[in-house]
């Protein structure tokens, strides 16, 4: 069946209507030069057989390696159920419908999902979702400036230690918004950011202070003392969090000896979203209701109709691009439904205990690979700083063949941070979760000493 | 659409972009939206005025008002700097949609004496400008 569904009569009789002699005829406004011609980077239509060989294939170039990578992106066991619902025909949709006379399970399930993302960070109010963990930060960066009306700065204080991707996009998406981002660096021996660092910035004006907990490290930051250090600033504070750590790990929404953080953001995908070539994954945020207004982003409410019956719908539309126009909170008017109801759905199957549980043995597989790992020779844990499921070790040797060779093996050994943080030296970041067993670890170590 | 020009203060002066502008007694000026605006608007949800101290330019965007169905921005008629907002907007933005001219003032803005005076319209003007822009 073709795409767009409208036979050739059907688009003459609505061209004849409106008295227009063709649909590019439609678009003449846009200027000739700024339009495409032909393609030509686009290889020809495949038939559904070829196009499913082709895919068969790659699929399977790609092996099924044991990975000790995260670095983003967490493997973790995902209960058959999940996506055996999540694929149903009433949810697995192209588009989300968002009509709520149409679409009272749709966004029911949102509802559900903020509200327990809400619990999660304990925080008030929640979007429908963002894009990825990446752009979530940059949206929550913009929500930041407008939301801090004692800061007239477009400056954002991010630590070294966060995740060297999400910095590059929120300077690729804030930055053309005239956002400045300032970076500080990190302990050497701890492998995170002190208050020390943070001096220099004392009685200067940014709108916000970024936190990562767990940091890109793996090492779990001083979350209190930072989140009370940038009150005391004037900025707000931006917690980048794992949503499994939070299984285990207090709320950013009581960070501090104050009221929490401020903008809590971060990637979903550890939530019942397979690691599938980087995508689609999901961004979450959320914050207090004070900042409700400046928040991007849809957002589904729980009202009354007519009857007095309970329903949802969406809620606080006039931020939105669809009704502000240019002047919209973010150009981002949409939200990652599909991704949203398998995470929805993972986080009802396991609960607090069973996330806490997946956190827990994550920790521990961790620790147990570390200890293997590091018994070998010229092998060593660069920080001191307590963790997480990621750990920075150091190798005696530059790294990147070190995990060519490993992958040779079948292994993927973990991220290579040399390019990023030559400051570290040969140093690898490697990440075990509750899906690696103690043959995996052994075999990872076995396989290390033998190259 | 009924006739708008029905119980416009003649007391004060009016913009293009239906804002209105009260001279007080310490020559500093008081801004709100009009009757017009807010029945256009529909009923207010909530009220973003801008911070006391805040420099604003003539025409330049300093508040927002949001109904339920849309998000307008308030333009500041003088070039000046904000010397006081009202408060009770923040839980009872729907002064505005009460009494548009008294309790659902928006800002009060110390004028720069400096800058040129602004093109205001008087009630008759504006009243005028109504009738066109509805036919």
Known sequence: MPFVPHTTEDVAAMLSVIGVDSVEDLFDEIPSELKTGALAQIPGALSEMEIGRLMSERAAADGRPLS?????????????????????????????????????????????????????????VSNASLYDGASALAEACL????????????????????????LKVAEAIAGKQNLVFESVDFDRAQGRTPIDVLRPYEGRDFAALVVQQPNFFGVLEDVDALTDWAHAQGMLLIAVVNPIALGILKPPGRWGSGKGADIVCGEGQPLGVPLSSGGPYFGFMT????YVRQMPGRIVGRTLDSDGRPGFTL???????HIRRSKANSNICTNQGLTVT??????????????????????????????AL?????????????????????????????LAALAQRGILGGLDLSEQFPELGHALLVCATETKTDDDIARYARTLAEI | MSEPTGDLPKDLKYTKSHEW?????????????????????????????????????????CAVVESVKAASDIYSPVDGRVVASNAALATTPELVNQAPYTEGWLIRIAVDASAPPPALLDAAAYARYLAEETN
Request: hydrophobic content about 45%; proline content about 5%; aromatic content about 8%.
């Open chain 1, 287 to 290: 914050t207090r209701m004070s």
């Open chain 1, 315 to 321: 809620t606080l539309q006039a931020r939105e691009q």
């Open chain 1, 68 to 124: 000790f990578l995260g670095a983003g992106a967490y493997e973790h066991h995902i209960p058959a159920p999940v996506w055996a619902i999540a694929t149903r025909g009433e949810f697995y949709s192209a588009y989300t419908p968002y009509q709520a006379e149409a679409s009272q399970g749709t966004l029911q399930v949102i509802y559900e999902y903020q509200s327990m993302m809400c619990a999660l960070t304990g925080m008030e």
């Open chain 1, 342 to 371: 398998a995470a929805t759905i993972y986080l009802s199957l396991l609960g607090a205990e069973g996330l806490a549980r997946v956190a827990t043995a994550s920790l521990a597989r961790t620790r147990d690979l570390v200890a």
């Open chain 2, 21 to 61: 502008v009260r001279t007080l007694a310490d020559s500093s000026i008081e801004v709100g939206i009009t009757d017009h605006a807010q029945g256009a608007l529909g009923d207010l949800v909530f009220v973003e005025v801008p911070e006391v101290g805040r420099t604003l330019s003539a025409g330049a965007a």
């Open chain 1, 374 to 402: 590091t018994g070998l020779r010229g092998v060593r844990a660069v920080f001191s700083g307590p963790g997480f499921h990621e750990a920075v070790l150091s190798l005696d040797r530059p790294v990147a063949p070190v």
């Open chain 1, 143 to 166: 929500t930041a400036v407008r939301a801090n009306r004692s800061s007239t700065a477009r400056k954002i204080l991010v630590p070294r230690a966060l995740n060297p991707t999400y």
